[in-house]
């Protein structure tokens, strides 16, 4: 779900497929290999059905009985002579360093030219006695590729690595060794989660960007187009304070940062549009721009500050969750409280500021400016629409103050009661479809 994985793991797996003898596909795999473990960001790149080369010896027991040597004995020979051979060591500057003389073998032929003996005159050698061969281990793993035999190759991540950035450069890396190919070859990339990832990304942005433009439709209805505007700038501003501040603190994109976004958009608003709205109130009643966004933003400072940090209060517990859950969803609250952060500081001084050089009173009718006039000073009976109805339920709710607490709280334990009773419990993930399946043969 990371774009940089918090903890290894595959992030690709390729399969090689084909017609061409096993060695070739072997030698093609391995080069592959070498490869995709130069990639940045790549932790370590396994083989799934590949058989690794060795040379077999077959001896012959005739032979070797005819010229009186014992298994043992060329077992013991051929050891000895494949090894490295210490040398003493090398004093410099730096320290004392080891020195080996390499006496391995590299060849068949270093193989079958190792004297065994020497019987009279003759020089008996290894390949008298035996023969030398090349060939493949017992299969260990096998793959498959549509039935047919395959090399599977298995790429995994280093932690805190960029998941999409890997798999790119992996595939540029194999898009370049396929150059060299000999025909026949067929390559399938599967379980690629750069796909999966990317595709969630894409499906977050959009939800971010839908619940963007809901918000500044609202606000278009309700405050009128420049005024909205105004409004709205709070949420590109806090967007962008936010992928600031992550980046200081060295954090990282993921899905649960992203919910925090959509979380956000509609709490970062509140304090301009109440700066906003009182502005254009005192402008409707002739005050001028300046005045009227400066006397908005002094007036409603604390009434705003008050508001936000609260809300930044609530959260903040929830930076300290413990656990693996904690690590994960810990960046909601992070995330929540930098665009909070950013609100405030954009709706005390950048909206006042640009409300000052824009602003002017638009949305406020004849109509509604009486209406405001009476809910000040006049009889709040004759206000009208939807707010006279809030008017009457809200004179209702104080003329009866305990009787309105008393149902309030009768509906909060009834709430509580009912669904401790009746609800459908906690879980903690949602059972979904899995978009795989694998098989274990044991």
Known sequence: WDLRGRAAGKSVCELLGGTLPERTMNAIATDLQDRIQ???????????????????????????????LSPADVLNFVQ?????????????????????????????????????????????RFRDIAEVRRTFKDPESYARLNGEPAVGIRVVQRNGSNILKVVAAVKVVVAEAQKDWPEGISLTFSRDKSVRVQEDINQLVNDVVVAV??????????????????????????????????????????????????????????????????????????LDRRLAYAEAAKRMAWPIFASIAATIVAFLPLVFWPGII??????????????????????????????????????ITPEARRQLMLAETGDLRQITGGTGLYLRAVTAAIDRPWITAGSVTALLVTVFVAYATLGRGVT???NVDPEQGSVDIR
Request: aromatic share 6%.
């Open 38 to 68: 130069s990639v940045d960001g790549v932790l370590e790149v396994n083989m799934v059905g590949i058989r690794q080369e060795i040379l077999e010896i077959v001896v012959n027991p005739l032979n070797l009985e005819s010229y009186g």
């Open 80 to 124: 000895r002579n494949n090894r490295l051979v210490a040398a003493g060591s090398l004093q410099s500057e730096q320290g004392r360093f080891a020195v080996k003389v390499p006496g391995v073998i590299e060849s068949p032929e270093d193989v079958l030219n190792l004297p065994m003996k020497v019987d009279g005159e003759r020089v008996v």
């Open 213 to 286: 433009l809901l918000v500044v439709i609202c606000l278009i209805g309700i405050l009128g187009l420049q005024n909205a505007l105004l409004a709205g700038i709070s949420i590109p501003g806090s967007f962008a304070a936010a992928f600031i501040l992550l980046s200081l603190t060295d954090m990282t994109m993921n899905l649960v940062v992203f919910f925090g976004l959509i979380m956000s958009v509609g709490l970062v608003v509140d304090g301009a549009i109440v700066v906003v709205e009182l502005a254009d109130r005192r402008m409707a009643e002739g």
């Open 326 to 363: 904690g690590s994960f969803l810990r960046y909601m609250p992070i995330v929540l409280i930098y665009t909070l952060a950013a609100s405030l500081v954009i709706a005390m001084f950048v909206v006042p500021a640009l409300g000052s050089i824009f602003g002017r009173s638009g949305h």
């Open 428 to 430: 903690l993930f949602p």
